[in-house]
């Protein structure tokens, strides 16, 4: 299974970002990206997941009402937020998707190695679960601004 990054850069001070996937790390995607572009620009996010270019088609289908050219949307603050939200989801579920098959493998450990590999595997379940949730929150934090703004 191919994994790799999709991210979202932004032409700075416009609302016309890049939806790209990339197998290599994104900074340095995004030096490759910056040598391409005539404007400044700034990565917004990248998350790792399975399947990058899949996900970046769909992304692609999901948002083509607001497609400018190619990779390029205009996209506005909610629709970014939602393909932030978007990709947490796929993480997660890839996450628990590991550690069901995890809960496999030990399944034939005896017990007391057993326990201590669940102890593990939980350990950095919570961890990872620990940075989603205020990934989440961030975004959340970001879409009350957003509304805030439209409000006045």
Known sequence: METG?????????HPTYKVGYSAD???????EIGIQLPF????????RVNN??????NIHRAFRCVRQNGEWFNLQPSQLHEIKLR???LQTHELTERVVAAFKVEA?????????????VFE??????????????RV???EQLIKAEAIQ
Request: charged content about 25%.
């Open 5 to 13: 990054f999709v991210y979202v850069v932004q032409m700075e001070g």
């Open 87 to 89: 990709l947490l989801a």
């Open 108 to 120: 034939a450990l005896p017990i007391p190695a057993r326990l201590e590999a669940y102890g593990r």
């Open 52 to 57: 990058p270019r899949t996900i970046e088609h």
């Open 140 to 142: 959340r934090h970001g």
């Open 40 to 47: 400044p620009y700034r990565l917004q996010f990248a998350h």
């Open 25 to 31: 790390v994104p900074p340095r995607r995004m030096s």
């Open 124 to 137: 950095r379940l919570a961890r990872r679960l620990n940075r989603r949730v205020a990934a989440l929150e």
